[in-house]
């Protein structure tokens, strides 16, 4: 079990095992989505949109260069209803397959349920965990999976059904979402037996309706909630995360955690090299040594290897 009060922080990077693009993959998908042809989500969005505001749409997108479609969204306000159309469309119709299973190689989900796991014998005791996620990523990919296991692992979920187990999931393991998610609407893809029937305008924006395009004048509930979390926290763990400026303002570690000492903090830095771990870290500027971001692993090695779960 995890009783220590711990925060995972979540990127792209920890959805990607699950079959979530990397913020940049998803900007191409979107591309790709928005050229003109005759299929596909392109044929829903251009009868609401219209061709002119989606080859426009489009032309910017591409050539902006931009490795973030949340950060060309809060630039280009026109675009932005468009934009989470595309969003949900990219993430639900063109997303991970039904019954895909995770990469077993960088799984770890499963490496953190059995933490979770070890030593409560039933869902009261699994209740006594102390962990807190945060995410960027619209997925939810994280609940679908902790709401399965506990329904499968303990008999009284297992016979009370799927609300059940999420309801103990929802109260272990409370999740915010900094910048919304794809909500039960998105999750519908994992139970038809047709996906392409999902094609329509009104799913699109039943999924969208969740998508939050965030501003720094207009701070959220959501990050009121992380902030309150990071507040309390005795470890804090960053996985598959970019560092962006933007996001890590706005996350202030720092001021959550001032005036407390040993609160451990960390992360991993996939794909960073050094100078840009250096940058991540001064930006962070939690204090302590740097070189707490580890550029070579990933979340299920960082888990491993480096995060103080118990």
């Known amino acids: 079990m995890i009783r220590k009060p711990t925060v995972l922080i979540l990127g792209a990077g920890a959805s990607a095992p699950y079959g979530y693009p990397l913020g940049a993959s998803l900007v191409d998908q979107i591309v790709d989505m928005t050229r003109e042809q ?13 061709r002119e505001q989606i080859s426009s749409f489009n032309r910017r997108l591409l050539l902006s260069e931009t490795s973030s479609i949340d950060d060309f969204l809060e630039s280009n306000p026109a675009y932005r209803e468009l934009g989470k159309l595309c969003i949900a469309a990219a993430l639900t119709l063109l997303g991970p397959s039904n019954g895909r299973p995770p990469n077993a190689g960088h799984h770890w989900y499963r490496y953190l349920w059995q933490h979770l796991h070890e030593g409560a014998a039933d869902s009261r005791g699994f209740k006594e965990n102390s962990l807190r996620i945060i995410s960027y990523n619209y997925d ?25 187990a999420e309801a103990v999931r929802a109260q272990a393991l409370p999740v915010v979402h900094l910048h919304g998610s794809l909500g039960d609407a998105g999750d519908a893809v994992f139970t038809v037996s047709d996906r392409a029937s999902l094609n329509q305008l009104g799913f699109y924006k039943q999924v969208a309706s969740g998508i939050r395009i965030v501003h720094d004048d207009r701070p959220t509930e959501e990050y009121s909630k992380a902030h309150e979390w990071l507040h309390e926290a005795e470890v804090i763990c960053f996985l598959g995360f970019g560092y962006h400026p933007t996001n890590v303002k706005r996350l202030a570690v720092l001021d959550q955690i001032r005036g407390r000492s040993g609160v451990f903090v960390g992360g991993t830095a996939w794909g960073l090299e050094e100078a840009e771990v250096v940058r991540a870290e001064s930006l962070l ?7 707490y971001l580890r550029p070579e692993v990933d979340a299920l090695m960082y888990l491993r290897k480096y995060a103080p779960l118990g």
């Open 38 to 50: 005759t299929g596909g989500p392109y044929r829903v969005l251009v009868g609401d949109t219209g």
């Open 140 to 164: 939810r990919s994280f609940e679908r999976y902790f709401a399965g296991v506990l329904r499968h692992a303990y008999p009284d979920l297992a016979e009370a059904g799927p609300e059940a």
């Open 285 to 291: 500027a939690v204090g302590g040594p740097y070189h």
